[in-house]
């Protein structure tokens, strides 16, 4: 069993061929077909990964993607055949981790979910130093001093591939490699809202970040202790 | 000059005033020699009379006079000069001259005698001949010089009086016209206060009414303007009911119109890019849902039917086909509907076309092409979307590499101050030179009957050169038949610049007609491109 997959689409085709293919690579797919029950079905089952289908009627599959987030920090990838900027960038920012554009290859779709549900493997205890923040590895926590800060594993993994390596500048088709799990240049829009959240959780002032440091025309860096 | 050329008002104004000045020129010159002519014609009159009776007075006195005197002429003359010259009349102030006549051979007669503001010179001889050839009264004009030495004009009348003892002595009446050109000289400076006052206000009346003519034209042309820079709401303001009104309500009526046609156009067109972009989003759903479906059966096909196993292949590959061609329909459908966003930064165009070789090596290899590249030492840079340059790039490629039959392709960098360009150059069939502007057509084919063979969906020229469009750069294409083709990609450095060269010709250097040595004489072709621009 490799991790339970809720999947949100009110394409039944679409999602019970899902249901077969994330079957086929050992997953457990749950399908829900109506995106007011998603939020209900979520809690139910609480799977390790949610897909969900942007264009849902009733609900806009916006809404259900930020009711999850709110209420927790699982991995969502959401499907989408929009490709206009605006709606990946306002999907993305109602907390979707990555998305995949319709149509799309079982592989290309298997390689997203595996991606985000690969854990950091089991690492010794380790502390590492960004900003003002101390990050522990191991317990996933990040901490400003004693005050905890909660973060999306998505979040959490972007944070400690910049405190790793404080010296380098990081591009975002690297982060996208490292932290996304892309082979080749993909979207890297992902990297910049995905910072924008990260900023707005983990910087005193999101607008003259100090733990997240842009180095203009190149990429992100850790800011210095 | 320009403004001459431009403005109609200016050019009317200066045609009325010169033509009135012209007319007044004219008109103000038969005017003051009228009222020359009848000031001279009055003053000659009176004059006539008043010499006439002045020789007359004279004649009497002259023949009253005591003649046992021995010096009558020297007592009597100068009091008889002196009389005559005092006594004006109505013709004015006189001056009078007594000659002697050249009748008289006496050398002790004395020569004559005249008033004091008058020289005997003053009367010009042709007179004196005329007055001694005759009797009666004889007269002319002449120049009087006072003894101030002031010149004036002057009425001079002649005629013969018998001094007893002596003969004929000529009597020269002076009459000076000095009154009749102080009238005359009156008389023009009104008329050229007058003149002038008429022609200002001539022209101040052509520029009124010329402007009452011209600002709803001028209102019109700028309306126009407007109207054609796409501010379709803009009318005319209609006032009153005469021609130039009418004028207006017709341009109002025409916009009218003309706006109601563009906006059913655009809401047809509208409507076609929203149906081809819907389409295009519906149909990405089932297929989908088909493609997993396929790559099921794809993932399975061992050891199936060989007919089974085969169907599953060709599935997979006619449904890779569709997707790509769906993709490139939204993209046109972006394109149409304006939506397209560049999204630039500064990048050195040599590097993203070395990712598009890497990318397309293995393609070009299995047609048995080489990819070389010939770019400078020296960075490239351009504000570009990248993505969308490595689209283009890789379009050209891929196109070259399916028509370079086997030939190396060469792909070129080259930067100028302002530009950067990247040519993709292939040794393939080449194209017609009608073709060169075909190519970029949607769905176009060079060859219908020539099958394709690397499946590329017939969009992706239009494609590339909607995304050299965006970028404010140029996509164009050479090639003749049999020498291969060339395609080339130029743009700005800086977004936004406009370009007006390109740092690589667009017939390359190895072309057959370069290569052969020029003649002279031979006609000179012109290459069409889809910039508009020749090159």
Redo the contacts between chains.
């Keep these: 069993m490799r991790g339970r997959v809720l999947i949100v689409d009110d394409?039944t085709?679409?999602a019970e061929?899902?249901g077969?293919?994330l079957r086929?690579e050992g997953y457990e797919p749950t399908l829900c077909a109506d995106g007011g029950q998603a939020l209900a079905m979520f809690r139910e089952h609480k799977p390790d990964l949610v897909l969900l289908d942007l264009m849902l009627p009733g609900t806009d599959g916006i809404d259900v993607c930020r009711a999850i987030r709110a209420e927790s920090g699982v991995p969502i990838v959401m499907?989408t055949?929009?490709?206009?900027?605006v709606d990946i960038v306002v999907g993305l920012e109602s907390g979707a981790d990555d998305y995949v554009l319709?149509?799309?290859?079982?592989?290309e779709l298997v390689a997203r979910i595996r991606a985000r549900l690969r854990r950091t493997e089991e690492s010794p205890q380790e502390l590492l130093e960004i900003g003002d923040l101390m990050i522990d590895v191991a317990g996933h926590s990040v901490k400003r001093g004693e005050v905890p800060i909660a973060l999306t594993p998505l979040e959490f993994d972007l944070l400690v591939a910049l405190a790793r390596k404080p010296w380098q500048v990081f591009t975002r088709e690297v982060l996208l490699e490292q932290v996304w799990g892309y082979r080749h240049a993909a979207d890297t829009r992902l990297v910049n809202v995905h910072v924008q959240r990260l900023r707005s959780k983990v910087e005193r002032d999101p607008e003259n970040p100090e733990v997240v440091v842009t180095v203009r025309?190149v990429g992100y860096k850790a800011g210095q202790v | 000059m320009a403004l001459w050329r431009r403005s109609l008002q200016l050019r009317v104004v200066t045609t009325t005033t010169l033509c009135s000045l012209l007319a007044i020129a004219v008109l103000g010159n038969v005017l003051i020699s009228q009222v020359r002519d009848g000031l001279l014609r009055t003053k000659v009159a009176s004059s006539l009379d008043e010499a006439a009776n002045g020789a007359r007075t004279s004649q009497e006195a002259l023949d009253s006079a005591d003649r046992s005197a021995p010096d009558v002429f020297d007592t009597l003359v100068p009091d008889l000069v002196r009389q005559l010259s005092r006594g004006g009349g109505s013709a004015g102030t006189r001056e009078v001259v007594l000659q002697r006549g050249s009748g008289i051979s006496d050398p002790r007669a004395p020569l004559g005698r005249s008033s004091f503001g008058v020289d005997v010179r003053d009367v010009p001889a042709s007179l004196s001949a005329k007055v001694e050839s005759g009797t009666g009264q004889r007269w002319t004009y002449t120049v009087l010089t006072r003894p101030s030495g002031q010149q004036v004009s002057a009425l001079v009348i002649g005629s013969q009086v018998v001094v007893p003892e002596i003969g004929s002595y000529d009597l020269y009446f002076l009459f000076p016209l000095d009154k009749e050109a102080t009238t005359l000289a009156l008389v023009r400076n009104a008329l050229l206060l007058a003149a002038f006052g008429l022609v200002i206000l001539v022209g101040g009346i052509a520029w009124l009414v010329t402007r009452q003519v011209v600002t709803p034209v001028r209102m019109a042309a700028r309306i126009a303007e407007r109207l054609a820079a796409g501010r379709l709401e803009e009318r005319m303001r209609v006032r009153g009911e005469d021609d130039l009104a009418r004028l207006a309500a017709s341009f109002n009526r025409m916009a009218t119109s003309l706006q109601r046609q563009i906006r059913q156009l655009e809401d047809l067109s509208r409507v076609q890019r929203r149906f081809v972009s819907d389409v295009s989003h519906e149909l990405r759903t089932p297929l989908t849902t088909v493609r997993m479906a396929a790559d099921v059966l794809h993932d399975a096909r061992a050891g199936m039917d060989p007919a089974v196993e085969r169907s599953a292949e060709i599935l997979q590959a006619q449904l890779d086909r569709f997707e790509a061609l769906l993709a490139d329909l939204l993209e046109i459908s972006r394109y149409d509907a304006g939506a397209a966003v560049l999204e630039t930064e500064p990048t050195d165009l040599r590097i993203v076309v070395r990712h598009v070789i890497d990318a397309m090596e293995t393609l070009a290899d299995r047609r048995g092409s080489v990819l070389v590249l010939e770019a400078p030492d020296t960075a490239c840079i351009a504000d570009v979307d990248q993505r969308r340059i490595q689209r283009v790039l890789r379009n050209l490629v891929a196109n070259a590499v399916e028509h370079g039959e086997g030939e190396p392709i060469v792909i070129r960098v080259a930067a100028d101050d302002l530009a950067v360009a990247v040519a993709v150059r292939d040794h393939g069939v080449g194209l017609a030179p009608t073709d060169v502007s075909m190519v970029f057509n949607r769905f176009w084919r060079a060859d219908p009957a020539r099958a394709r063979t690397t499946g590329g969906t017939g969009l992706g020229l239009s494609i590339a050169l909607e995304d050299a469009h965006l970028h404010g750069g140029w996509l164009q294409a050479w090639g003749e038949p049999g020498d291969g083709c060339q395609f080339r990609l130029t743009v700005p450095r800086v977004l936004g610049a406009e370009l007006d060269g390109s740092p690589i010709p667009l017939e390359p250097s190895d072309s057959r007609r370069r290569r052969a040595p020029v003649t002279a004489g031979q006609p000179y072709r012109r290459i069409r491109t889809p910039g508009g621009v020749d090159v």
Excluded: H, S, Y
């Design positions: 394409d085709a679409l061929m899902l077969i293919v086929g499907l055949a929009k490709t206009d900027t319709k149509p799309f290859k079982p592989k025309g």
